[in-house]
């Protein structure tokens, strides 16, 4: 006899993205039969919202059913779009106040959810909204104006800010062990990173405050992996390596952000989040070459003196783990 006693509960990832699919057409479908019905009464929009909701979250606390991916991705999931497309809908014309309270419901929903599945989307979802909120409380979205508004890029910096703190509080799972995001914590890393590395285009590039910053960041972080891995004469070459590579990075903020997430990420072995702050180094090196105010030959004069730099940091890091 056949034991199934080791066979994973949840279905394969192909099934899930065909189901995530079939679950995105099911609530087209839902919003476009109400959407017919309803035809354009606010208040009605925002009483379904609030069903649509409702119902999700009963359907997601159903931790004991064997088939939870499925009610999340067939049942669960749709009503959520369904629901918060609604709310967008019946507060069209105050959005700062609908994407607050867009943010908040999608905070209870977590906090009421059972399911796993339901808690990741509810998650990357949050932490979408939030950055939006402060482009739409300073008509960044309305307006069309310029993304070099002052106040946009000081929001998104704080953002920033605090996406990597929360990235770096989930390194130490200990702390987070009693509360209700103890399972999450792959989810939160994932969800701000995307977002941290989404918000660096809202920066200008010449924000050489910023960039500073998270290279001071980048070479404590650095300092903290020496001290671990490295003694002796070595740690001193570590230091000051560390401290010519993290200096590279402050004259330009789209290299010096991912350097700091690039270390994070090492610290807890996180190949997903290391994968999405490398490519938004190498995106960052070819916007910094890119935009250099000089003749093509002094470009390349540059970027052969880094490329030299980084080589002999791979040298010392190949050294040093022999």
């Known amino acids: 006899m056949e034991d199934n006693s080791r066979k994973s509960k949840h279905l394969p990832w192909p099934l899930l993205i065909v189901m995530g699919i079939g679950g995105t057409i099911i609530a087209s479908l839902l919003t476009s039969m109400v959407a017919l019905a309803v035809r354009g009464n ?182 903290v992996l020496l001290r671990k891995y490295v003694t002796g004469k070595r740690l001193i070459e570590g230091y000051i390596l560390a401290l010519l590579c993290c200096a590279s990075t402050a004259m330009y903020p789209t290299m010096a952000m991912p350097i700091t997430g690039m270390l994070l990420s090492f610290l807890i072995l996180d190949y997903v989040s290391l994968a999405i702050f490398s490519a938004a180094f190498v995106c960052g090196i070819s916007l910094f070459y890119y935009d250099l105010d000089m003749l093509l030959i002094n470009k390349s004069y540059v970027l052969m003196a880094s490329g030299a730099l980084f080589l002999l940091a791979f040298y010392y890091i190949k050294r040093v783990t022999k």
């Open 42 to 223: 606010v208040f009605v929009y925002g009483v379904l919202s609030i069903v649509a909701i409702a119902f999700a979250i009963v359907i997601a606390r159903d931790d004991g059913s064997d088939n939870k991916d499925v009610q999340s991705l067939l049942v669960a999931y749709p009503l959520f779009i369904v629901g918060f497309a609604f709310g967008y809908v019946a507060g069209d014309h105050h959005l700062t106040l609908t994407l607050v309270l867009q943010f908040v419901a999608a905070l209870l929903s977590f906090a009421l959810s059972k399911i796993h599945l339901c808690r990741q989307m509810l998650i990357c979802y949050a932490s979408v909204v939030l950055p939006l909120i402060s482009f739409s409380y300073f008509d960044l979205l309305l307006s069309g104006r310029a993304m070099k508004d002052g106040n946009i890029e000081m929001s998104c910096f704080a953002i920033i800010i605090v996406y990597m703190g929360v990235f770096a509080a989930t390194i130490k799972d200990k702390w987070l062990a009693s509360t209700v995001v103890k399972d999450c914590l792959k989810t939160i890393r994932f969800a701000t990173a995307v977002v941290s590395v989404a918000l660096l285009w809202f920066i200008h590039r010449d924000n050489t405050a910023f960039a500073i910053a998270f290279a001071a960041i980048s070479f404590v972080i650095a300092s």
